[in-house]
């Protein structure tokens, strides 16, 4: 397979970091309405509070997350870093996929539930099992997503645990004199 050059490289960074910027914005996003912001007082409140949930998680957490699988491929298939060469790429797919089947599975079924439930029963709907349920796994799970990802984009700055042993030059030993 052909590789890419510098230009090219420079290109495909560019759009990691825009879809990595969108996913983790997005995340930081959703978590500090879950956190932060007081719980709604009316019917149309809470429901509105669930349709920007849901908005926050369809436009930007969802393309963010499939633009860093993406383009991390492109730059692992085109670049010399190829998918196995350091150790920090491997955990890197590894928590990306992991984020990604966890949100498709898990979160995005506590974010897509609650409009419904919202707009069926008002604010009742805070005294619904099945709402309150959703709101706890998001608080939970997105946390968990939002550490992860941070934990991506540290590997991604600092690069450590750099090679597997195979070709890596140690150290060399002191010499007592």
């Known amino acids: 397979m052909a590789k890419v050059g510098p230009k090219g490289m420079k290109i495909l960074k560019l759009f990691h970091l825009i879809a990595a910027g969108l996913w983790i914005g997005g995340a930081v996003a959703l978590n500090l309405m879950i956190y932060a912001l007081p719980l709604p007082q009316s019917d149309g409140e809470l429901y509105g509070y669930n349709i920007a949930c849901k908005f926050v998680d369809d436009y930007v957490v969802i393309p963010g997350a499939i633009g860093c699988l993406v383009t991390g491929f492109l730059i692992c298939l085109?670049?010399?870093?190829?998918?196995?060469k350091h150790r920090w790429?491997?955990?890197k797919w590894f928590l990306t996929v992991a984020c990604i089947l966890f949100g498709t599975f898990y979160l995005s079924?506590?974010?897509n539930n609650q409009p419904h439930i919202s707009a069926d029963e008002g604010t009742m709907a805070l005294a619904n099992?099945?709402?309150v349920s959703n709101r706890l796994g998001s608080l939970r799970g997105g946390l968990l997503q939002l550490?992860?990802?941070?934990v991506m984009?540290?590997?991604s700055v600092c690069k450590p645990l750099k090679g597997r042993g195979k070709g890596v030059i140690p150290k060399p030993e002191k010499l007592d004199s």
């Open 129 to 131: 099992l099945d709402y």
């Open 78 to 84: 085109l670049t010399q870093w190829g998918f196995f």
């Open 153 to 155: 984009f540290w590997l």
């Open 109 to 111: 079924k506590t974010v």
């Open 89 to 91: 790429v491997i955990i």
């Open 147 to 150: 550490i992860s990802m941070v």
